[in-house]
């Protein structure tokens, strides 16, 4: 996850830069740090409330099992707490960029425990990713690359580190739900 977690740092860093390299003739725009995160968030977004959305309600309960896959599962999340989980976690990052406290049901990285059918994680899950805009919408040039003090206890980290953590989360997850829709036999969205 750290190795994830500091590539996709580099790649965004590296992508500011190459921005801001391309730009010479004309003066980036005030906004470009926070256009550039919001496009990542909103994409990231719809691949994941498109996988939300495919998989039939009857089957958010559904979590794998050593003896039908053949593998480790003992433990695992099943698909509604795998994405209320990425959703808690989003709370957690933009709660942290706002300077505000978490919900109560996120601090744990769990989600709220009453949110048990499709429609009340979807509406979770958008929620989350909502809260998430607001976040970024607070970002700027100025305050990108300031410390903050970790929501994970371990010192200071920039508004940047902390929307790049978001991500990458996310994709982690996205990666874990695109294999529960293929157990249960559905293409995922982003690759039909």
């Known amino acids: 996850m750290k190795k994830l977690y500091e590539l996709f740092t580099a790649l ?5 830069a190459a921005t801001a390299l391309a730009q010479t003739t004309k003066p980036a725009e005030p906004d470009a740090a926070r256009q550039a995160l919001d496009k990542r968030v909103t994409a990231l977004e719809k691949q994941l409330l498109a996988m939300a959305e495919a998989m039939p309600a009857d089957k958010y309960s559904f979590a794998p099992t050593d003896a039908e896959f053949h593998g480790e599962f003992r433990g695992v999340r ?38 048990k059918t499709k429609a009340e994680v979807m509406k979770y899950v958008q929620d989350s990713f909502a809260y998430l805009r607001q976040a970024v919408a607070s970002i700027n040039e100025k305050n990108l690359l300031t410390p903050l003090k970790s929501p994970f206890g371990r010192g200071a980290i920039t508004r940047l580190e902390l929307l790049m953590g978001a991500l990458a989360h996310s994709s982690n997850h996205y990666g874990q739900v695109v ?11 982003s690759s039909q």
């Open 78 to 115: 099943n698909f509604a707490k795998q994405l209320k989980h990425l959703a808690a976690f989003h709370y957690v990052i933009g709660a942290a960029i706002l300077g505000e406290a978490p919900p109560a049901d996120a601090a744990d990285e769990r989600g709220p425990e009453a949110a």
């Open 12 to 16: 965004i860093l590296l992508t500011c």
């Open 179 to 189: 294999e529960y829709l293929r157990m249960n036999g559905i293409i995922p969205p």
